[in-house]
């Protein structure tokens, strides 16, 4: 009776362990504010979770148009402000790296003011742009990746 007891409580135990998948779980991470307060002023990846990526970006000025074709953005903005253009058709398009495409301008897409606070989120494929940025921006991105394994 006792090794059934014992048996029992090992494969509970087992069983907590591992996620849905059968496969284990993957610890918590934590990005002490220190290493965020500093990601807003070299931008970068904090936390690369295979498939997704949390990112800290600071924009001073416009950036060229893109469109991630095997990635969701969500972006939260932090601090300062932009005008984003989303959708419509890149015009100039050109290959970017991993499988993005960028370009120098968008036609038909719809501009928005965005600013602290705001949360925004583009699907793959759809084409976005930080047509004027007045003041510079502090926003988070979580990336999530539709080709990870």
Known sequence: MRICVCMGTLLVLVSLALAADGTAYKPATVVKADAVTAGFDKGGTLIDGGAFAVQTSRRVKPGGPEAHMNQDEVMYVVSGSATLVTGGAITGLHEGKN????????????????????????????????????EPINYYVVKVNHNAK
């Open 99 to 134: 499988g993005n495409v960028g370009g120098t301008g968008i036609e038909g897409g719809v501009e928005q003011k965005i600013g602290k606070g705001d949360v925004v989120a583009v699907p793959k494929g759809t084409p976005h742009w930080f047509k004027e940025v007045p």
